[in-house]
């Protein structure tokens, strides 16, 4: 009788065990922030307003920016504090961090309860090349799950995905804002926050014309949905929902079929591709 009752026991701790571990994976999958995209260009005084709108700051809360990606990270800062202090008075503090700085836990709590993380401009794998496998990276995804908005503008659109384009190709040594031609084995990515999955984004996207490369990212990740943003517009991403805000469109390719790969200069075609246009307002949703 004995023995019968530790098992019983033991069954209803191991079942306990389990569904902590559910609900924990769970929250992991499906984070409590948001995420707010944006393409780049001009960010007008009614994107910003809605930014903070759903960021749902209280009086407590404060702004971090993550001015790495820029060139000039203390005046990509300051223009982003010029604007947002006329439109709240949350306290907006700069952290532009470095190699020696990325393991200061002080700096990293301080990240991760921000309510608002914004990521500028510039140099997505300068960026990138700051924050990844660091204390850094780890505080930006804990801040997400728990329930903060990470805000970002054309590179900073860039590092949110897992597989992020970094604007270089391999067959081609110099940079071109867009690609001539659609290419296997030519776009070239790495490692981004991965804090979207299954997306691909590229940004300034109607501006500098850059459908041969966003289509380009889907011959070499087919299962995944690549989305254009164009300039002063954003997505707003709950989840799995995303909506659009902001002065222009959002274009979404998806479900290449037919991928044939030509061993004559790595052209390709594509039997068939899904294509939508969407301006704001409009929503759809992403596996």
């Known amino acids: 009788m004995k ?5 019983i026991l033991d069954y209803k701790r191991i079942i306990t065990i389990f569904i902590l571990f559910f609900c924990a994976s769970s929250q992991a999958q499906n984070p409590k922030g948001k995420l707010f995209i944006i393409g780049g260009g001009d960010r007008s005084d009614a994107l910003m307003t809605q930014l903070i709108s759903v960021a749902e700051l209280t009086t407590k809360d404060y702004i971090v920016v993550l001015p790495m990606s820029s060139g000039e990270p203390i005046e990509s800062f300051n223009y982003f504090k010029s604007q947002f202090k006329k439109l709240t008075p949350n306290p907006i503090i700069m952290m532009n961090y ?6 200061n836990k002080v700096l990293n709590d301080s990240l991760q309860n921000a309510k608002l993380i914004f990521i500028s401009g510039g140099d997505q794998t300068r960026f990138m090349d700051v924050v990844k496998n660091t204390s850094v990276y780890t505080a930006i995804h804990k801040a997400y799950e728990n329930g903060s908005t990470i805000a970002g ?18 067959l081609q040594t110099k940079y071109s804002e867009t690609f001539d031609n659609i290419r296997y084995d030519n776009l070239e990515t790495t490692v981004g926050l991965g ?30 949905i ?4 164009d300039e002063s517009t954003a997505l707003i991403v709950r989840n799995k929902e995303i909506e659009i805000a902001g002065e222009s469109e959002v274009i979404v390719v998806k479900k290449p079929k037919g991928i044939i790969k030509s061993r004559k200069n790595n ?15 409009q929503k759809f949703k992403i596996k």
């Open 153 to 170: 503008t054309s590179a900073g659109a860039a590092v949110m995905c897992q597989h992020m384009i970094t604007g270089n190709q391999k």
């Open 267 to 281: 052209l390709v075609s594509i039997k068939n591709l899904e294509m939508a246009i969407y301006f704001e307002g």
């Open 195 to 224: 804090l979207i999955k299954n997306v691909i984004i590229d940004q300034h996207f109607m501006k500098r014309s850059r459908y041969n490369r966003l289509i380009s990212a889907l011959v070499e990740f087919p299962d995944h």
């Open 226 to 229: 690549g989305i254009g943003i």
């Open 3 to 7: 023995k019968s009752s530790c098992s």
């Open 98 to 103: 470095d190699k020696t700085m990325v393991n």
